[in-house]
């Protein structure tokens, strides 16, 4: 077998390695360098990284032929994005409520009355296995588009044990066609359906029977703590039966309101906690020795026209673990480019544009778990990388809502060139 790599992406004008923090996430000084190399190359062989240095260096070792070449032409390149927080399966969408909520009506008034995530319910129970996985294919394309090269998606818009697998099923169908690494989170006790309104424990019940049977299909277990959702109480029992099952837990804490969620998530040794846009100092200063990583989704409170942001910059000045995501869902944020997050975090929640992508990057990959895989540029790790349209990586953020992506390389195959699919399955 040669020695040589397949493919060296060369003349990068600022690589973006994001490298040194594979086996801890990224906190305090470490978030602001994003470990640039001027002029950078990167060697891949197969699936993965074999040489990372400057176009001089990779050029005079593999400029040889048969190793075929990308000319970056001086663009910025990063790794590709983790989307680490994505409800991307289900069916319909809700621009109905979006405009009954301009006129003034609230997401949670709206979720009472039977709609909001209930009506994704219904419409996602509506749809075949097979169209589920139509519809959310392009929603992952989209996401691919945008330099999305991993996403975690939860189920929870089925909300019983049939409609929860066929959605678990759906990702893994696409986990297996897809470009996009995907891992699949249950999220069965998203909120409490309409037949259960009056006895939330039996559904909480309900969903600690469904675990043993989604076990094979999700890595994670997650659960709504939240008015809207599941108390502190509920939401231990499920997450600490997820736990002795084997699961890996996530927490949805303090989005509409601080019930209680931080202590438990300490309490369960989550992963990660989510949101996070109410929350206290003491709070804050309780994270800091859990290890637990912060995943801020500023994408909500944009959309729903809230402005408790949460406390971002003050969280890092502590010293957590911050990472970001869409959330992206048709009900609070139906946005499936990184990059629109990456601008509402440096303008919402006083992140730098190198804390941004340090946070959608190596940061995203520790919270799903596969730091040792993906969200740097690094020897031995898996070759997803972007190629943007940009020359300085603080023109991410800046010129806002639109694609800088150019090109995608996952797992060492251009899947998208010039702003096209080179092709899907
Ligand atoms: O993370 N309520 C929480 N879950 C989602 C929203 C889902 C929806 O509205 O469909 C969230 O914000
Ligand atoms: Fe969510």
Same mark, same amino acid.
């Given at each position: 077998?040669?020695?040589?790599?397949? %493919?060296?992406?060369?003349?990068?004008?600022?690589?973006?390695?994001?490298? &040194?923090?594979?086996?801890?996430? /990224?906190?305090?000084?470490?978030?602001?360098?994003?470990? !640039?190399?001027?002029?950078?190359?990167?060697?891949?062989?197969?699936?993965? !990284?074999?040489?990372?240095?400057?176009?001089?260096?990779?050029?005079?070792? #593999?400029?040889?032929?048969?190793?075929?070449?990308?000319?970056?032409?001086?663009?910025?390149?990063?790794?590709?994005?983790?989307?680490?927080?994505?409800?991307?399966?289900?069916?319909?969408?809700?621009?109905?409520?979006?405009?009954?909520?301009?006129? =003034?009506?609230? #997401?949670?008034?709206?979720?009472? /009355?039977?709609?909001?995530? %209930?009506?994704?319910?219904?419409?996602?129970?509506?749809?075949?296995? $097979?169209?589920?996985?139509?519809?959310?294919?392009?929603? %992952?394309?989209?996401?691919?588009?945008?330099?999305?090269?991993?996403?975690?998606?939860?189920?929870?818009?089925?909300?019983?044990?049939?409609?929860?697998?066929?959605?678990?099923?759906?990702?893994?169908?696409?986990?297996?066609?897809?470009?996009?690494?995907?891992?699949?989170?249950?999220?069965?006790?998203?909120?409490?359906? +309409?037949? #259960?309104q009056s006895y939330p424990d039996s559904y909480v019940?309900?969903?600690?029977?469904?675990?043993?049977?989604?076990?094979?299909?999700?890595?994670?277990?997650?659960?709504?703590?939240?008015?809207? &959702?599941?108390?502190? /109480?509920?939401? $231990?029992? !499920? %997450? +600490?039966?997820?736990?002795?099952?084997?699961?890996?837990?996530?927490?949805?804490?303090?989005?509409?309101?601080?019930?209680?969620?931080?202590?438990?998530?300490?309490?369960?040794?989550?992963?990660?906690?989510d949101h996070l846009d109410n929350i206290k100092y003491?709070?804050?200063?309780?994270?800091?020795?859990? =290890?637990?990583?912060?995943?801020?989704?500023?994408?909500?409170?944009?959309?729903?026209?809230?402005?408790?942001?949460?406390?971002?910059?003050?969280?890092?000045?502590?010293?957590?673990?911050?990472?970001?995501?869409?959330?992206?869902?048709?009900?609070?944020?139906?946005?499936?480019?990184?990059?629109?997050?990456?601008?509402?975090?440096?303008?919402?929640?006083?992140?730098?544009?190198?804390?941004?992508?340090?946070?959608?990057?190596?940061?995203?990959?520790?919270?799903?778990?596969?730091?040792?895989?993906?969200?740097?540029?690094?020897? =031995?790790?898996?070759?997803?990388?972007?190629?943007?349209?940009? $020359?300085?990586?603080?023109?991410?953020?800046?010129?806002?809502?639109?694609?800088?992506?150019?090109?995608?390389?996952?797992?060492?195959?251009?899947?998208?060139?010039?702003?096209?699919?080179?092709?899907?399955?």
């Amino acid at each position: 077998m040669s020695l040589l790599p397949d %493919l060296v992406i060369q003349n990068c004008g600022q690589l973006l390695t994001v490298a &040194g923090a594979s086996r801890r996430p /990224k906190i305090l000084r470490d978030m602001n360098d994003p470990g !640039i190399i001027l002029d950078g190359a990167v060697a891949i062989k197969e699936e993965n !990284i074999v040489d990372v240095g400057t176009t001089r260096q990779l050029e005079k070792k #593999y400029n040889r032929k048969g190793v075929k070449i990308i000319d970056a032409l001086g663009k910025v390149v990063l790794p590709g994005f983790v989307d680490c927080h994505t409800h991307a399966v289900f069916g319909g969408d809700r621009a109905g409520e979006f405009v009954q909520r301009i006129q =003034g009506e609230s #997401y949670l008034e709206i979720l009472k /009355k039977g709609g909001g995530i %209930l009506s994704t319910v219904k419409n996602t129970c509506k749809l075949t296995l $097979e169209n589920l996985v139509e519809v959310s294919k392009k929603h %992952l394309d989209t996401m691919l588009l945008h330099g999305t090269t991993t996403a975690e998606i939860k189920s929870g818009y089925g909300l019983n044990k049939k409609d929860e697998l066929k959605i678990l099923k759906a990702v893994q169908h696409l986990q297996r066609t897809h470009h996009m690494d995907i891992v699949p989170t249950f999220l069965g006790a998203h909120t409490i359906p +309409s037949q #259960y309104q009056s006895y939330p424990d039996s559904y909480v019940d309900l969903v600690c029977k469904m675990l043993p049977k989604v076990k094979a299909y999700a890595t994670f277990c997650d659960v709504f703590c939240d008015e809207g &959702g599941f108390d502190a /109480k509920q939401s $231990e029992k !499920i %997450l +600490s039966t997820a736990k002795m099952l084997g699961f890996r837990v996530k927490i949805h804490v303090n989005e509409f309101k601080d019930i209680g969620g931080v202590s438990l998530a300490i309490r369960l040794c989550v992963t990660t906690a989510d949101h996070l846009d109410n929350i206290k100092y003491r709070d804050i200063l309780k994270l800091k020795k859990s =290890g637990i990583i912060c995943v801020l989704l500023p994408g909500v409170p944009f959309f729903l026209m809230k402005d408790n942001y949460a406390p971002g910059r003050k969280m890092l000045e502590a010293g957590l673990p911050v990472a970001l995501a869409t959330d992206f869902n048709p009900g609070t944020c139906p946005c499936e480019n990184i990059q629109m997050i990456i601008t509402l975090a440096c303008l919402n929640l006083g992140m730098t544009p190198a804390q941004a992508i340090s946070a959608v990057t190596i940061n995203a990959a520790h919270a799903i778990g596969m730091s040792d895989r993906i969200g740097s540029i690094e020897i =031995g790790k898996q070759a997803d990388m972007i190629i943007l349209d940009i $020359e300085d990586y603080n023109q991410i953020p800046y010129y806002f809502g639109i694609n800088h992506v150019n090109s995608v390389i996952k797992k060492g195959r251009l899947v998208v060139e010039n702003k096209q699919l080179v092709y899907s399955h």
